[in-house]
Every structure is written in structure tokens, then in C-alpha cells.
């Protein structure tokens, strides 16, 4: 019988570990996208100019700390302590904000506690070297399944949030749910991460240093790409930034934002699990493709909240974000393909890069005229991003 994406996950232990800790970081990501921003604007107080800010420091710091955590990977190959340590810091940030809630407990939770891109690029990079015996076509589908997958607890877990806060559960709820997640996830770590000792085989310590690795990643060939990445992330960060502040009525009763987010991404799934069959097709074009279906999504986000119309926008938005989400990390991975923890430190620089792009255009937007040209400079960024890709490499391919 062929071997299939899922076929391989569920027969492999090491990926079965890995689609469950991803399921778990979609459940923990999905519980915190339709209401930080309106915690930060509306509950604490920090305007919209001031979340513009905690977003991009925010970003800061959990960029730096998984490209420090990647290269670690790839100098020790101890990948299991970094994945511990990750999963320690989300339960100490929950845990602030479960019994110490107020305002500089949430700035110092979601700046410094909750480095969701550590983990994420570790299970990448982890997913990488557990799928290195298979064919490359089938290692790019476990890779989108495993994405895929990230995506399917936002299905339920959203819509779950949706009814509860309809009924008056407290939006800082989502802490003590996050201190949960977070302790499940590091027992998994302890209990069924390979060990270095296990993985010898297949993961070698790389031998360079910081300097070296942080070098080879500021080339300006891959700088150059890291950039335009970013810019094509850009714009799902300011659909999360502006989809809770736009669906949710100001006094903070209602649960359209977590339901529409919910099936947005339970969309996503099948899209994306219908990626491979497209990957006959130039990789980049269909970034591009993606792109300019997903501005469509966000563009009509703020212009049709409260309108039966919003609906629609489902379908472009899943659409668009089942490219945009899952090619990227092929494209990066692929950069740096013999070191997969700093290749997957890649994403956190692609997601500093869009995350501040984004945090640019939602304080111009906004401070200018308001949440809907936001919205529009949001998708200019994103195209131009996805056309400075299309751009670069049609270039090198010509010199070559």
C-alpha cells in the first residue's frame, strides 16, 4: 500500500508526539487570537497605538529567542531541553495571568512568557528530522499535514469560546485554560521526546557558532526572502489584530469573533490538505496566488462586520490562508535544509518581520482613519511581499 502523509504520521511515534503537541499549540494559539487585542485596547487600557506597541516588542522577544533557541538545536541536538524549557515559560505566562491578572501582569505575560514561535519552529524543525527517511514529496506532505492539523482545533475549540462568552464567561478565562494546555504539553515533551542519545543518527551537532549561524541567516540572498515573507505574513496578523476589535460589540459581550475565527480555520484544513495537489505548480505564483485571494478576506473583514455579507469572506480567507500558511515553511526549511533548527528559526524571523510590518500599518491605519484603511494598507503590504518573492527568484533563476 502507498504510504500516505497520514499513514506515515500514524505509524511513526515520534510524529504521532508531534501532530499532538501541534494540535495542543493550535488549541493554546486559537484560545488567545479573538481577544488580545481587545483585552489589550479595551480591558487594560492601552489603546490602540499602545497594542500597536506590546506587538511589536512582543514580537521582539520571541524572535530572538527562537532563533537563539534554533541555532542552540542545531549546536547540541538536544532539542528535547529547548522543547521543555518553551513549554515551561507558557505555563509560568498563563500562570501570572490565572492568579496575578492585571496590567502589567498581561504586558509581561504576552511579551515575555508566551514564546509560541520557540515551540512551533522546534516541532517543525523535530518533524523534519523524524520524516528525513521518506521521499521528498511525502516529508513536504507531513509537513502540511502536521500544519493542517495545527488548524483543526480552532474548529472546535473556537466555536466552544463563542457559546461560553455569549453566556458571560470572562474573556481572561482563556488563562487558566492556557495553564492547562501548557502543563499537558510539557508532560508530553518529558514523556515521548526522543532523547539526543535516540536521535544521534539523524541529528548531528552542527559545529558552528552563534556567529557563524546568525551570519549564514543575514545573507542578503536570504534576508532579501525572510523579508518578503514576512511581508506576506503581514496580513494574517492584521486580520487577528482587527477581526476581535471589529466583531466584538464594545462592551465585550458576544462571541461572533471567536465563531468566525473558528471557521475560518477549520476551512483551512481541507485547503490545506489539498495543497500537495497543486505543488505541480510554481511555489512561489501560488504564494502569490494565495496572497491576492486572502487581501480580499481582509480587506472586507472591517467593511462588512455586522453584515450578513461577512460570511462570505470565509471562503477567500481560508482559501487564501491555507497557501500563505503552509508554503512559506517548505520554502524556508528548504533554505537551510541541513540544519532544521535554525531552517525553522526562519519562520520567527519571517513572523518578526510580518508582525511588525503589520504593527506598522494597524497604528497608521488606525491613527489616520481607522480599522478598515488598516485593513487595505495590511493587503498592500502582503501583495507587494509576495511579488517581491515572485521578483527575486525569477532574477536569480535568469543569472543562473
Not at 459581550?253 to 505548480?281: D, H, K, N, Q, R
Not at 496572497?291 to 481560508?318: D, M, N, Q
Request: hydrophobic share 60%; with cysteine; glycine share 10%.
Amino acid at each position: 500500500m502507498a504510504q500516505t502523509p497520514f499513514r506515515a504520521i500514524l505509524t511513526n511515534p515520534a510524529l504521532r508526539m508531534i501532530t499532538a503537541l501541534m494540535m495542543l499549540q493550535g488549541a493554546l494559539v486559537c484560545s488567545f487570537g479573538p481577544y488580545v487585542s481587545v483585552l489589550a485596547v479595551r480591558s487594560f487600557g492601552l489603546g490602540n497605538q499602545g497594542f500597536a506597541s506590546m506587538l511589536v516588542l512582543a514580537t521582539l522577544v520571541s524572535v530572538t529567542s527562537a532563533l537563539y533557541a534554533g541555532i542552540r538545536a542545531d549546536q547540541t541536538a538536544n532539542r528535547r531541553s529547548i522543547a521543555l524549557w518553551a513549554a515551561l515559560l507558557v505555563i509560568t505566562g498563563a500562570a501570572v495571568m490565572t492568579f496575578l491578572p492585571s496590567t502589567p501582569s498581561f504586558i509581561l505575560a504576552q511579551v515575555l512568557l508566551f514564546p509560541a514561535n520557540t515551540l512551533f519552529g522546534q516541532l517543525f524543525a523535530q518533524a523534519r528530522l523524524a520524516a528525513s527517511h521518506y521521499d521528498p514529496a511525502l516529508r513536504d506532505g507531513i509537513q502540511t499535514t502536521i500544519r493542517a492539523l495545527f488548524a483543526l482545533p480552532f474548529l472546535a475549540v473556537l466555536p466552544l469560546w463563542s457559546v461560553a462568552i455569549d453566556h458571560g464567561t470572562p474573556m481572561l478565562t482563556i488563562y487558566p485554560v492556557a495553564l492547562t494546555l501548557g502543563v499537558v504539553m510539557f508532560g508530553l515533551i518529558w514523556a515521548f521526546w526522543p532523547s539526543k542519545a535516540a536521535m544521534a543518527g539523524r541529528d548531528a551537532p552542527s559545529g558552528l557558532t552563534i556567529r557563524a549561524a546568525l551570519a549564514e541567516v543575514a545573507a542578503p540572498r536570504l534576508a532579501l526572502r525572510i523579508l518578503a515573507l514576512g511581508a506576506v505574513s503581514a496580513g494574517g496578523t492584521v486580520y487577528w489584530s482587527l477581526m476581535g476589535l471589529v466583531l466584538t460589540p464594545s462592551n465585550g459581550v458576544g462571541g461572533t469573533a471567536a465563531l468566525y475565527a473558528g471557521l475560518v480555520a477549520g476551512l483551512e484544513v481541507p485547503f490545506m490538505l489539498a495543497v500537495p495537489l497543486v505543488l505541480s505548480i510554481n511555489r512561489n505564483l501560488l504564494i502569490l496566488i494565495g496572497t491576492c485571494v486572502y487581501t480580499i478576506h481582509l480587506v472586507g473583514l472591517p467593511l462588512l462586520a455586522g453584515s450578513p455579507w461577512l460570511w462570505v469572506l470565509l471562503i477567500p480567507g481560508a482559501a487564501g490562508g491555507a497557501l500563505t500558511l503552509t508554503l512559506p515553511l517548505a520554502y524556508l526549511q528548504d533554505a537551510l535544509a541541513s540544519r532544521p533548527g535554525t531552517g525553522a528559526a526562519l519562520m520567527a524571523l519571517m513572523k518578526v518581520a510580518g508582525d511588525a510590518m503589520a504593527a506598522g500599518t494597524f497604528a497608521l491605519g488606525t491613527a489616520l482613519s481607522g480599522y478598515a484603511l488598516a485593513a487595505v494598507l495590511g493587503a498592500s503590504v502582503t501583495v507587494i511581499g509576495a511579488v517581491v518573492l515572485v521578483v527575486a527568484d525569477r532574477k536569480e533563476a535568469g543569472a543562473r
